[in-house]
Every structure is written in C-alpha cells, then in structure tokens.
C-alpha cells in the first residue's frame, strides 16, 4: 500500500504559513521603527534645521547691518537702523520660540538654554548701542557696536552654525540607520525568498517522487489489468473455438573654451524654490548645462547662498560640492567701483572665496560696468597683498566636472 503525501503536504502547508506569517510581523515591525524614526527623528530634525536656518539668516542681516552701521558715514544717523533691528528681533524671536519646540531628542538641554542667554545678552547689548546713539552720543554707539554687538552677532552666528551642523550629522546617523533598516529587510527578504523557492523546490520533487510511486502503481495494476483482461479474452476465445505559451548663451561657450571654471547656480534665481525639500532646481540646471555645454558640474553655488539639508543630501548624492563664498562686496547696491574694491581688500585673505555679480537676480543683461571698473583696483589690491587668483577647482583640489551627470 502506498502511504499517502496528503499529511505530508499539510505540514508543508502549515509550515510555510507560519514562516510567512513570521516574516510579515517582523517586516511589518521594521517598516513600524522605519516609520517612527522618519516622524520623530528625521522629520523633526529637518523642521528644526529649517528653523535654524531662517535664525542663521537673520543673524547675517543683522551682521551686514551691523557692518553698515559701523562703515556708514559719520553724520549718518545709527538710529535709523532700529526699526529693521527690532523687526529682525521679533522674527528671531518667533523662530527661536517655535525651534524650542521642536529641539531635536539629540540636543542637550544646556546648548539651548546657552543660545537663549547668548540672545538675550545680545539684544541687551544692542539696547544700549541704540541708546546712546538717540542720546546722540553717534561715536559711542559706533564703538559700542564694533566692541561688543558685532563680536557678540558673530558668536552667535557661530553657535547656530554649529547647532545646524549637529542637526545635519543626526541626519545622517539617521539616513544610515534607515539604510541599514532598509538592507537588513532587504537581505531577510531574499533570504526568505530563497527559502520559499528551496521549499517549492524540495515540495515539487516530493511530489513528483510520490507521483512518480504511485504512477507506477497504476502502471502495474494497468498492466495486471490488461494481462486479466487478455486471459479473460484467450478464455473466451478458447471457449469460443471449443465450442465453435534648454539655452546657454554662445559667451558661456566661448569662456569654457577659454579654460574658466563654469559651474551651476540654480535654473530659477528666486526666493523660495530653495525650501523645497526635492529641490527639482539642481537636476534641471544640471540637465541644461550637460545638453548645452557637453559638461556636467561639479561645483554649485545656491542661489542667495540659502540651502537646507536636503540640498545639501542631493549635491552629496551627485557627488558635487557647494561653494559659497566668506568676501562680499555688496556690489549689487552700489555704483562705486572704489567702494566695492575697499569692501573686497578689507575683507580678503589666503583661501578666500570672492563674491562679485555680472547680473542682477537672474538677469544677466543688467548693466555690471561697476564691476568691470572694480575689478583692476581690486586684482592691484591682492598683489599688493601677495594674493593672486585661482579657479574654484584649483582651491579645492578637485576637478572641475564631472566624468558623467
């Protein structure tokens, strides 16, 4: 008697049910960690860098107007920057406040309280400025400003700074743990494919052995069948007988040929396509520059020097490199070529990047002549100085494009 595959075949059945029904809780268990980290880690880390920066801009206003306040006229009334400095101070308050919500689980609780007291000693400071000059004492103000305020706005631009960088390596600790979630489901999930293809494979084989078994039974008992039957045919028959189955201009072509350094500065030259966290910018500036200049960018200057994390995430995983720049000359609010050159050589040192427009806010048949008229004062400046230009690429140490987009 041939055993039947049926009981067999239901252990099979009920085994590989429970495995599945494992594998399903335990992805489902991942997918629930993955799903918390993305809400209340990375989410929250990227709202918070997003605060941060909104500060980090405020602070650099403050910082220029500060700067303008310390380099404008002396008849000029300090006074008559009070109105944006308190309108800056509520904007900063507004963020700080709603950042403090929001301060990521990674941030010890001192960093912020620090910030907080660095703010206040600021603001405490900035007070006084302000005081002495509607007290008309203009030169105490200025002084006061250049001591204290301006050391204290470069403090604490440094410490948001800080904060956004720590926030920006959360995130990518975070980014790896969701990789490594990710790879783990991943590789369980080819090895449980590969288990369930094993299994088919050893359950098809079972059953074409037990088919095979029993095949051969019927072909027996056919066979025995048909010798019966042709006994039974020869009986008779002795009875019988015993009983009878997009456009760069030809100038941008003619500069690269000339051997300068072209890289991206964003398709649109506006103010908020920066916040968008897919920021389809980069790719499209990359797509015109690769069809009309046969090169693929390395270097990328953000468009009013704003970037978020998610920016820079996608210059990361494009292998381009951001460059923003630590000498301005402001030149886009002045016409006076010795004012831009005086503003560039104050500033300047080894390894600095120089910031100078030949457009205005994506404009680029606006009238720079005042550039074309700084641009001697200022390379006569930087030999005076023992400095000499280079090309971005050469800075770094790094090529100037990339072998593909």
């Known amino acids: 008697m041939i055993k039947s595959p049926t009981l067999r075949l239901l252990l099979g059945l009920?085994?590989?049910?429970?495995?599945?029904?494992?594998?399903?809780?335990?992805?489902?268990?991942?997918?629930?960690?993955?799903?918390?980290?993305?809400?209340?880690?990375?989410?929250?880390?990227?709202?918070?860098?997003?605060?941060?920066l909104r500060v980090e801009s405020d602070l650099n206003i403050i910082g220029l107007r500060l700067r303008d306040m310390m380099r404008g006229p002396a008849k000029e009334q300090l006074i008559e920057y009070r109105t944006e400095i308190d309108r800056l101070h509520a904007d900063l308050q507004d963020a700080i406040e709603e950042e403090q919500r929001l301060t990521p689980e990674t941030r010890r609780a001192d960093q912020h309280a620090e910030l907080i007291r660095a703010l206040k000693d600021f603001w405490q400071s900035s007070d006084a400025v302000f005081a002495a000059a509607n007290a008309g004492h203009q030169q105490a103000a200025r002084v006061l400003a250049s001591t204290s305020l301006?050391?204290?706005?470069?403090?604490?631009?440094?410490?948001?700074?800080?904060?956004?960088?720590r926030n920006n390596e959360a995130e990518r600790l975070a980014d790896q743990k969701v990789a490594s979630i990710y790879e783990g489901v991943e590789r369980d999930l080819y090895a449980f494919l590969a288990a369930t293809i094993v299994a088919i494979v050893l359950t098809s084989l079972y059953l074409i052995y037990s088919n095979r078994q029993t095949f051969e039974r019927m072909e027996s008992l056919s066979r025995q069948r048909q010798e019966e039957a042709a006994t039974d045919s020869r009986l008779q028959t002795l009875l019988e007988l015993k009983h009878n189955y997009e456009?760069?201009?030809?100038?941008?072509?003619?500069?690269?040929?000339?051997?300068?350094?072209?890289?991206?500065?964003?398709?649109?030259?506006?103010?908020?396509?920066?916040?968008?966290?897919?920021?389809?910018?980069?790719?499209?500036?990359?797509?015109?520059?690769?069809?009309?200049?046969?090169?693929?960018?390395?270097?990328?200057?953000?468009?009013?020097?704003?970037?978020?994390?998610?920016?820079?995430?996608?210059?990361?995983?494009?292998?381009?490199?951001?460059?923003t720049w630590d000498v301005s000359a402001g030149d886009w609010a002045t016409d006076d070529p010795a004012l831009i050159a005086r503003r560039v050589?104050?500033?300047?040192?080894?390894?600095s990047v120089i910031l100078l427009h030949d457009g205005q806010d994506g404009d680029v048949d606006a009238d720079r002549s005042v550039i074309v008229r700084a641009l001697p004062m200022i390379l006569d400046g930087l030999r005076a100085k023992g400095l000499h230009p280079v090309r971005v690429d050469e800075l770094v140490g790094q090529p100037a494009y990339l072998d593909s987009c």
């Open 14 to 52: 009920l085994v590989t049910l429970a495995a599945v029904a494992g594998f399903s809780s335990y992805t489902l268990k991942q997918l629930d960690g993955l799903e918390a980290l993305q809400t209340q880690t990375i989410d929250l880390n990227r709202h918070d860098s997003l605060l941060l």
């Open 150 to 165: 301006f050391g204290q706005q470069a403090a604490l631009a440094a410490r948001v700074s800080h904060l956004l960088e």
């Open 345 to 351: 050589l104050g500033d300047v040192g080894p390894g």
């Open 247 to 323: 456009g760069v201009s030809e100038g941008a072509k003619a500069l690269l040929a000339d051997g300068m350094l072209l890289g991206g500065h964003s398709y649109h030259h506006d103010q908020w396509r920066w916040l968008d966290p897919r920021y389809p910018e980069l790719q499209r500036t990359i797509d015109a520059f690769k069809h009309q200049l046969g090169e693929c960018p390395r270097y990328y200057r953000p468009p009013h020097g704003q970037r978020t994390p998610f920016m820079s995430l996608l210059l990361s995983r494009r292998h381009m490199k951001s460059v």
